[in-house]
């Protein structure tokens, strides 16, 4: 099983502000698939914490998957890391950029340097749509493992993890996943069911 670790970015999950939903989705969804996840990981905006964290989960994991980060604020930097990281420029994604003109259009409002940032990605990367958002995902190589961007909003997440990066990931690692069973138990303590297993 290739091994993933969840990275979920963002200070107002590390100050405590917001629950962290989306590390337990993409857990789920790869429960019963050929992934094992091994780690979840939550880190503020700061660029060395980010670059420290990836590094983590890069000694952990074949897989990191990131959530957050890829808005047009100041504090988005997960673009920036992974690029400088990888080495790699970056690029404006054309469709992204078209997609992001379109609604700004729509709502007679003008386009600002942070709408250019949020359709950036780095280059030679594979790009995922976001149907329900602006900001696009992506998934680069690195020293022969795999880097994913997701965004940080949940339903703009889940949308892109289940139609878009799930069948990237399983067309590169393809297998059959884990079965569970689920045992309902009452009037026992855990150290007797333990004992019974």
């Given at each position: 099983?290739?091994r993933?670790?969840?990275?979920?970015?963002?200070?107002?999950?590390?100050?405590?502000?917001?629950?962290?939903?989306?590390?337990a989705?993409i857990?789920?969804?790869?429960?019963?698939t050929?992934f094992?996840v091994?780690?979840?990981?939550?880190?503020?905006?700061?660029?060395?914490?980010?670059?420290?964290?990836?590094?983590?989960?890069?000694s952990?994991a074949?897989i990191?998957?990131?959530?957050?980060?890829?808005?047009?604020?100041?504090?988005?930097?997960?673009?920036?890391?992974?690029?400088?990281?990888?080495?790699?420029?970056?690029?404006v994604?054309?469709?992204?950029?078209?997609?992001?003109?379109?609604?700004?259009?729509?709502?007679?409002r003008?386009?600002?340097?942070?709408?250019?940032k949020?359709?950036?990605?780095?280059a030679?990367?594979?790009?995922?749509?976001?149907?329900?958002?602006?900001?696009?995902?992506?998934?680069?190589?690195?020293k022969?493992?795999i880097l994913?961007?997701t965004p940080?909003v949940?339903?703009?997440?889940?949308?892109?993890?289940?139609?878009?990066?799930?069948?990237?990931?399983?067309?590169?690692?393809?297998?059959?996943?884990r079965?569970?069973?689920t045992?309902?138990?009452?009037?026992m303590?855990?150290?007797?069911?333990?004992?019974?297993?």
């Open positions: 099983m290739k993933v670790s969840i990275i979920s970015t963002g200070s107002e999950l590390v100050y405590g502000m917001i629950q962290d939903s989306n590390a989705f857990s789920a969804r790869l429960f019963p050929a094992s091994v780690s979840h990981h939550a880190v503020g905006d700061v660029p060395n914490d980010l670059l420290r964290t990836i590094n983590t989960a890069l952990e074949d990191v998957i990131m959530s957050g980060g890829l808005g047009p604020t100041d504090d988005d930097r997960t673009m920036e890391v992974i690029g400088s990281l990888c080495g790699v420029d970056s690029t994604n054309e469709q992204a950029l078209g997609r992001v003109k379109y609604f700004f259009k729509s709502m007679n003008e386009m600002l340097p942070g709408d250019i949020m359709v950036t990605v780095p030679g990367s594979i790009v995922f749509e976001n149907e329900t958002g602006l900001a696009p995902g992506f998934a680069i190589e690195f022969g493992k994913v961007a940080g949940p339903h703009e997440l889940r949308p892109m993890l289940d139609k878009k990066v799930m069948p990237y990931l399983l067309s590169l690692f393809p297998g059959s996943g079965e569970s069973l045992l309902r138990v009452v009037l303590r855990e150290a007797e069911v333990n004992n019974l297993i």
